[in-house]
């Protein structure tokens, strides 16, 4: 891949682009293809890539410059340069208790008394209708058997389906829905204690598995 530098008159070398010449220069008629003495002319001059290197995400940044061998080609550089501890800390918190929060909507698998697997939607909206339901239980309200929405597993498929669900099996329901919430909860207090460590190759992932 072909990329562009500006060569500024204290020889500073900055990313550009042909649109950006084109840009730049309105009232210049250039042709489809730029000769290089022409480019050269505007102070624009073709680059070497390199790849960029590998780098933590959290901690580090990569920073791009330009640099010119005796022979006048400038080839694209990099460097790696450390965010602070603060900088670090924040943005891997932030990525995994997003992270936490996806995986605490993913829903919950939940097998019945006959062997059937059903996916129980643990959406916040789930969850506070399954607290409420309960409560219903506690309280004697909920007719036994009511009809509960929630999803049969069969193979790869999910049918949506209105079940006849007595109030143990949504105890159970409950029950399943708040373990898994609890782990993913847990995971992320787990890997925020490691970041706060100095730990920034942690991950949410890693501490839900291991749960």
Known sequence: MTIYVKVDESDNATPYSIARLRKDNP?????KEIPESTLNAYGVYTATTTPRPVYNSFSQV???????????????????V???AAEAENALIAEIARNRYNQEQQGVVWTDGVGDTWLIDTSIESQNRIAN?????QQG?????????????SGEARTLTFRPTTNTELEQIGEAVHNHVQKCFDAEANAVAKVLSGDYTVTFEQEFNVL
């Open 27 to 31: 009232n210049v008629s250039f042709p």
């Open 82 to 84: 450390n965010r602070s």
């Open 62 to 80: 990569p920073v791009e410059s330009f640099t010119q061998d005796a022979q006048g080609v400038w080839t694209q550089t990099w460097t790696i």
């Open 141 to 153: 309200k909920r007719t036994d058997g009511g009809v509960w929405k929630c999803a049969r597993i």
């Open 133 to 137: 339901v309960l409560v219903a239980i």
